[in-house]
């Protein structure tokens, strides 16, 4: 890997305290306050093309999502609920009249975040219960929403492969780009495969624009690389964490999967900004209208009894905790998050994506020094279902 693109020394590797055990996480109204307030780098002049006007745009569309949530964020934080007095959620027609109602199975209430409450149907929850003793290898890991960050994940996901911290029984969970390297990561695909991925669609946004025409742009992407079976790898070990938007918004968490496109279209709600991906306002995942999962939680607990958060953005300059894994851990390597927050929204040239995979890669490194594989990986552990999961920090 070539040198540093923030940092004259790409190796250095600082010895901090990041187990999982660390404080529990903060609302995340700071960082949704703090990504709004930034703006993309002006042009120097002269006319933009048109792929310079559709980044623009997209930059500007991703602000006004990220401002709108945190407002949303900031008043459920001051004593609104976003869960509903409801076990049920009722699908009305244009007539208004309702023809279904689904049961909520089981709901889990986070204990990093005991404002938000994730939600799972009933036919998930008996999946779950009819898995014979089902166990697990503990911690979980869980990726945070990141945008186009996505060979971060990816980084530290190759390094905790090779090392021995995600196995195949190891549970993972993610919202947006995180619930995709999730999906990448059951698929048994190689992380440098995934990255390569991520350059044709990147190469795609940077030629073509990105604002309006990502979704359709992802979805093929995600289609051409992801195995047939890829939903029945993820079934019950991956979960992807989707907003719905019923009188408020609510957090649907999805473990259990239908079909290879049943899991695309999960992952592909988990990512949807409004305006970003589509030019539409909401997504409709399974009759429920649907956005971005980051809105309702940044990063969702696993079934493990433990789960370690991997988080792309600089977590202290955020005032987030319990992070185990984030650029935090390197802070010689570390991005401005101006950059990290442009580069989320705006597809990066090759050169920054390999320098993104590389960052992971290191920052992983530098919390397994803190957490050696045979005091933390745990084979054979009980998985814990959703009325009874608990999230360590």
């Not at 609302?27 to 930034?38: D, E, G, I, K, V």
């Not at 979704?215 to 995600?222: C, H, P």
Request: hydrophobic letters at 40%.
């Amino acid at each position: 890997m070539g040198p540093s693109i923030c940092s004259s020394d790409a190796h250095h590797l600082l010895h901090a305290n990041l187990k999982p055990s660390s404080p529990p996480l903060r609302p995340r109204a700071q960082f949704l306050t703090f990504a709004s307030n930034f703006s993309p780098p002006q042009p120097q002049g002269g006319v933009e093309d048109d792929a310079t006007a559709k980044k623009s745009f997209a930059v500007a569309t991703g602000e006004l999502f990220l401002g709108l949530a945190s407002r949303l964020i900031k008043s459920r934080n001051k004593g609104s609920s976003l869960v509903g007095d409801s076990d049920s959620v009722a699908f009305v027609n244009s007539s208004g009249k309702v023809y279904a109602e689904e049961r909520i199975g089981a709901v889990v209430e986070d204990e990093i975040d005991p404002d938000v409450v994730w939600e799972q149907r009933m036919e998930d929850v008996e999946a779950e219960r009819n898995r014979f003793r089902r166990v697990v290898t503990t911690p979980g890991f869980s990726f945070s929403a990141a945008g186009l960050l996505f060979p971060y994940h990816l980084g530290v996901a190759q390094f905790l492969i090779q090392n021995g911290y995600i196995k195949e029984t190891t549970p993972l969970a993610g919202s947006s780009a995180g619930a995709i390297v999730c999906a990448v990561i059951a698929s048994g695909a190689s992380m440098e495969e995934a990255l390569t991925a991520t350059k044709i669609l990147a190469e795609d946004c940077r030629n073509r624009g990105t604002a309006f025409r990502l979704g359709a742009v992802l979805r093929d992407i995600l289609d051409k690389f992801l195995p047939h079976d890829v939903h029945i790898r993820s079934n019950g070990r991956v979960r992807v964490a989707v907003t719905q938007l019923l009188w408020r918004p609510r957090g649907l968490l999805v473990d259990q999967f239908d079909s290879k496109e049943d899991l695309i279209n999960a992952v592909f709600t988990s990512s949807f900004i409004p305006g970003y991906l589509a030019p539409r306002p909401a997504t409709v995942f399974r009759n429920r209208l649907c956005i971005d999962g980051g809105l309702t939680l940044f990063m969702p607990p696993t079934s493990a009894a433990q789960t370690v958060r991997v988080c792309a953005f600089p977590a202290s300059r955020l005032g987030l905790e319990g992070i185990g894994i984030s650029p935090d851990c390197n802070p010689e390597n570390a991005c401005s998050p101006r950059q990290l927050f442009n580069w989320a929204l705006e597809p990066a040239e090759d050169a920054v994506l390999d320098q993104l995979f590389e960052f992971g890669y290191l920052d992983a490194a530098v919390w397994a020094k803190e957490n050696p594989v045979e005091a933390v990986v745990q084979d054979g552990s009980p998985a814990f279902g959703n009325s009874t999961a608990s999230s360590a920090k």
